[in-house]
């Protein structure tokens, strides 16, 4: 069993920045971020493999979305910049065994999940 926990969302306006932290319990697990906006289905935003050398951001977050993990701390971070109001939504973090699994949104465990609300 793999505890993870979201924190750092809230609400900003748009062009504003926000850093997510995901704190997970065991370190030999890739960790991903998801999200859900209002009405829609839940989508991937970034994930990293334990060791860091290998990261995955959608791309059309490139550029905007960072993924970073301190295995010391047992925490990954989605930093967010230039945000916009389609960037709201409800973001989960979530671990994998397998990259092929977190790629397919098809990860073990899951986060409850924090709130992002970007205003324009």
């Known amino acids: 069993q793999v505890q993870l926990v979201e924190s750092g969302g809230g609400s900003v306006q748009a062009g504003g920045a926000v850093r997510l932290v995901c704190s997970f319990s065991a370190t030999n697990y890739h960790i991903g971020w998801f999200r859900q906006p209002p009405g829609k289905t839940r989508e991937g935003v970034a994930a990293i493999v334990t060791d860091s050398s290998n990261t995955y951001v959608d791309n059309s977050l490139k550029g905007r979305f960072t993924i970073s993990r301190d295995n010391a701390k047992k925490v990954v971070y989605l930093q967010m910049t230039s945000l916009k109001p389609e960037d709201s939504g409800m973001y989960y973090c979530?671990?994998?065994?397998?990259?092929?699994?977190?790629?397919?949104?098809?990860?073990?465990?899951w986060g409850r999940g924090t709130q992002v609300s970007v205003s324009s």
């Open positions: 979530a671990a994998a065994r397998l990259w092929r699994e977190m790629l397919s949104i098809r990860p073990t465990y």
